[in-house]
Nanobody, 128 residues
């Protein structure tokens, strides 16, 4: 069992930055790939970024490449999402998810169905 708690959301103007954090408790943190997803009203949850268990592999949706950076600190059981040059279309509730993996180098999934644990979400609103 893994419990995830996101923080760091808020209201920011277009072009601004935010850093989201997701703190995990429970089983061995490196046994999970971690992903950030977002969901806007009336839309499905979509993949944003993911990182494998040892932090060596990172993956991004095309819409955020070059603007967002995912990282993890296994000593602190925390995953981060640094978001720069935010756009109004980035407005959504952001969720972190944990995907059980066998090997720390295993590439993470981009489908939310592969993630077994989720946080409660944090709202990000970007004004134009």
């Amino acid at each position: 069992q893994v419990q995830l708690v996101e923080s760091g959301g808020g209201l920011v103007q277009a072009g601004g930055s935010l850093r989201l954090s997701c703190a995990a408790s429970g089983r061995t943190f490196s046994s999970y790939a971690l992903g950030w997803f977002r969901q806007a009203p009336g839309k499905e949850r979509e993949f944003v970024a993911a990182i494998n268990g040892n932090g060596a592999g990172t993956y991004y949706a095309e819409s955020v490449k070059g603007r967002f950076t995912i990282s993890r600190d296994n000593a602190k059981n925390t995953v981060y999402l640094q978001m720069n040059n935010l756009k109004p279309e980035d407005t959504a509730v952001y969720f972190c998810g944990a995907e059980p993996i066998i090997f720390p180098s295993h590439p993470p999934a981009s489908s939310p169905r592969e993630y077994d644990y989720w946080g409660q979400g944090t709202q990000v609103t970007v004004s134009s």
